[in-house]
């Protein structure tokens, strides 16, 4: 039986990094009241998910759907107990969306199988990378919902399974394009294809990016072919959502490709006809914005762009009140930089940036990031704004 608890423990965990959203601060002036509700919701199977949607511009326009915060919490409640059983199930060797893992564990993963089957740089080996295509706007929902239903009925022992499997069927089977308001003009829908368009697809095809009940299922949903292309000895294989990496001293596993086109197939998916790459290791390979050489580990053009651009921005308004934004927007490129052997890429964007900004920073070269100067940290523009003793501050 569900407990009015268990929602509440779900609600705490759903407005962590949320805590600044519209509808999150709506749900928490009476937080406790909407937690009650929502558990009757949910006891009296009347839940009505809502959602919006909007366009993401970069690195490529995509189309993202968010939920309200009560729909969140579902997402949330079912990610707490889903999340630990399908750990168990899936391979080592897929990083999407689990903890511990994420796109540097991928890169690296991939590194250490270039240095093992090239035995230490010694031997021919060959880097297979290719890409499926629309990968969430294919996924079939039925067989989503029957995977992550197996996983239930098989391997949990909750006292909630049956609310556990409605709150499944009302999260995957939520269709969101009937109900969505639309935080995007229509015409920016101009730059999305009808094939990795939810509004495109008939009901019962596609996965809403950015619900995070999807998340997982997507990440599931391909663990059979994980599973597969790990019983063959010969190859090393890594995957993160739809990218995959083969590593092999032989180009005969291209022969393998066809099959792999084919299970792909029987799920929905189909490989890119335009991302597929094979090359001998020296050449290097693309992976996850980043690009892998034989010795060193570079971020892509793309990225560095894209923080040289986000320099620029910061030059027409040099004052001691965007130190933060500065050191918080451009850090989170440097730490980038700095975990491969992007030094050189990190003095391009510190180079983008106008003078006058190292009057209240620096660049701390040890460290790749900048610093803000002495008397224009955080606490103390703090202390001088509201007119604090630096004891207080």
């Known amino acids: 039986m569900l407990l009015l608890q268990d929602i509440i423990d779900a609600y705490r965990l759903a407005r962590h990094n949320k805590r600044r959203s519209p509808d999150q601060v709506e749900f928490e002036l009476h937080w406790q009241r909407n937690c009650v509700q929502l558990y009757h919701d949910i006891v009296e199977r009347q839940l009505r998910p809502t959602a919006y949607t909007f366009i993401a511009p970069h690195p490529r326009p995509r189309e993202v759907f968010a939920s309200d915060m009560a729909t969140r ?68 929902q039925d067989t989503a919902y029957q995977q992550l239903l197996e996983v239930i009925m098989e391997d949990y022992e909750g006292h909630d399974k049956d609310e556990l499997i409605y709150m499944l069927q009302v999260c995957i089977f939520s269709y969101p394009t009937h109900h969505c308001t639309r935080k995007s003009s229509l015409d920016k829908w101009k730059d999305i294809p009808d094939s990795k368009s939810l509004f495109k697809k008939p009901d019962g095809i596609g996965a809403a990016i950015g619900h995070l009940i999807w998340q997982n299922a997507v990440n599931y949903y391909f663990h059979e072919i994980d599973e597969w292309m790990l019983s063959f000895p010969e190859l090393r294989f890594e995957r993160f959502v739809d ?151």
């Open 243 to 393: 990218d995959i990496y083969i590593i092999t001293r032989s180009k005969t596993a291209l022969l393998l490709i066809p099959e792999l086109r084919q299970r792909l197939a029987d799920l929905g998916a189909t490989l890119h006809p335009n991302k597929f790459y094979c090359q001998h290791y020296t050449k290097g390979v693309e992976c996850l914005g980043a690009h892998i050489k034989m010795d060193r580990i570079y971020p892509n053009n793309r990225i560095v762009d894209r923080a040289v651009m986000r320099a620029k921005t910061f030059n027409g308004c040099v004052r001691p009140e965007k130190v933060n934004d500065l050191l918080s927007s451009l850090n989170s490129y440097f730490g980038i930089f700095k975990h491969g052997n992007g030094f050189n890429q990190a003095m391009k964007v510190v180079r983008a940036l106008d003078p006058a900004w190292f009057k209240y920073v620096h660049f701390n070269a040890r460290r790749v990031c900048l610093e803000a100067n002495d008397g224009y940290k955080y606490r103390q523009l703090l202390a001088k704004r509201y007119h604090l003793t630096p004891t207080t501050a």
């Open 73 to 140: 919490v579902l997402h949330h409640y079912l990610d707490i107990r889903l999340r630990p059983l399908l750990e168990k199930r899936m391979s080592d060797h897929t990083f999407n969306n689990r903890v511990g893992m994420g796109q540097s564990a991928c890169q690296e993963a991939v590194i250490n199988d270039i240095y093992e089957m090239s035995n230490g740089f010694t031997s021919d080996a060959w880097i297979i990378k290719v890409d499926m295509s629309g990968c969430f706007p294919n996924i079939r």
